[in-house]
């Protein structure tokens, strides 16, 4: 089972594709449990240092255009290597990373 804030998803939907560098591009597809499927396209539109409260990363940001429920949405998720998502714009919200503890080995 593959889970999002959504739904239960029925496959997997595909964040970031690597080998990672500008204008990679994929298409992507939204397939909640029950819901009708969304459908789109991911792509890396900049390898760029971004600030946030936690830190200062270099980043991966993918832009995913796609209709879902019949609306149009855009979304920009940038993601660093050995963290994860940092920043992430939707809807006219932005969440970033405040803080992270990493352990040590």
């Not at 949405?73 to 992270?100: C, F, H, N, P, Q």
């Amino acid at each position: 089972m593959v889970d999002s804030s959504v739904a239960e998803l029925d496959k997997p939907f595909w964040l970031l594709k690597l080998p990672c560098k500008r204008g990679l591009n994929w298409d992507v597809e939204l397939v909640p449990t029950g819901i009708e499927a969304g459908k789109g396209t991911a792509n890396i539109v900049a390898i760029e240092e971004i600030k946030v409260p936690a830190g200062v990363y270099k980043t991966v940001c993918v832009e995913v255009k796609m209709t879902f429920l019949g609306e149009k949405r855009e979304l920009k998720t940038w993601y660093a290597a050995g963290v994860g998502k940092i920043k992430d714009e939707r809807e006219g919200r932005i969440e970033v990373l405040k803080s992270i503890t990493i352990p040590i080995k």
